[in-house]
């Protein structure tokens, strides 16, 4: 139990178009998702969380305009990095809670390069 | 705000020993929850262990154990009889528990390596 799913695994695109990135809770509803990136080498840093049925909460210096998230579902939240500038590549991974515990389960990541 | 200190960047231990990864954390609350998560090349973080801070007990799943300090703010993980598919990045995590849907925070990890 507790599957996390992305899609995709990996995305190429060129600078300047828009990347949406799914995330689906395959056998528990989750009304709370969270974003992460990673940088080689680096650990993982918050970038959002998002809310089923209400607006994303943003970390300190993440911009809300470049990073849309937007939570239709409680199974499903997409991340949309409008605009991509070599600079936003990295490596994507949102995790999930279900309603029974505190422990976060992640999805497989998605990583993204930005020509 | 909190912080999450790993010290280690890498630890190295020959298959079959036992190794301790540390961790140490700052925060100000008393309710939260301490994880340990791998991360081996695919990059899927699993969850390996998790601690209550209000359960005095040091949690154990298996071969991996913890040994909870709370006073000292401390959370080190035990891996026994070390295997070769343990070799991953470690990464210690917080998360507070006070109310509200809270991101993990992260220390830098511990690189581990498994010598056979």
């Known amino acids: 139990g507790a599957v996390v799913s992305q899609h995709p695994s990996w995305v190429i695109c060129k600078s300047g178009t828009s990347v949406k990135i799914e995330c689906r809770s395959l056998d528990f509803q989750a009304t709370t998702m969270f974003w992460y990136r990673q940088f080689p080498k680096q650990s993982l840093m918050l970038m959002a969380t998002?809310?089923?049925?209400?607006?994303?909460?943003?970390e300190q210096g993440v911009e809300k305009d470049k990073f849309l998230i937007n939570h239709a579902s409680l199974t499903l939240s997409t991340l949309t990095v409008t605009s991509a500038h070599p600079e936003d590549s990295s490596f994507y991974i949102c995790?999930?809670?279900?309603?029974?515990?505190?422990?976060?389960?992640f999805g497989p990541g998605t990583r993204l390069t930005v020509l | 705000a909190q912080t999450v200190t790993q010290s280690q960047p890498e630890m190295s231990v020959q298959e079959a020993e036992t190794v301790t990864l540390s961790c140490t954390y700052d925060?100000?609350?008393?309710?939260?929850?301490l994880f340990w998560y791998k991360q081996p090349p695919s990059r899927q973080m699993i969850l390996v262990i998790r601690q209550e801070a209000y359960k005095q007990q040091n949690a154990t799943e298996n071969r991996f154990s913890v040994n909870f300090q709370k006073a000292a703010k401390s959370f080190s993980l035990k891996i026994s009889d070390s295997q070769l598919g343990d070799a991953a990045m470690y990464f210690c995590?917080?998360?507070?528990?006070?109310?509200?849907?809270?991101?993990?925070?992260f220390g830098k990890g511990t690189h581990l390596i498994i010598q056979p």
């Open positions: 995790s999930a809670t279900p309603a029974t515990t505190d422990t976060q389960y």
């Open positions: 998002s809310n089923e049925g209400s607006k994303a909460t943003y």
């Open positions: 995590a917080y998360l507070y528990s006070g109310g509200g849907a809270d991101g993990l925070t």
């Open positions: 925060t100000s609350e008393s309710d939260y929850y």
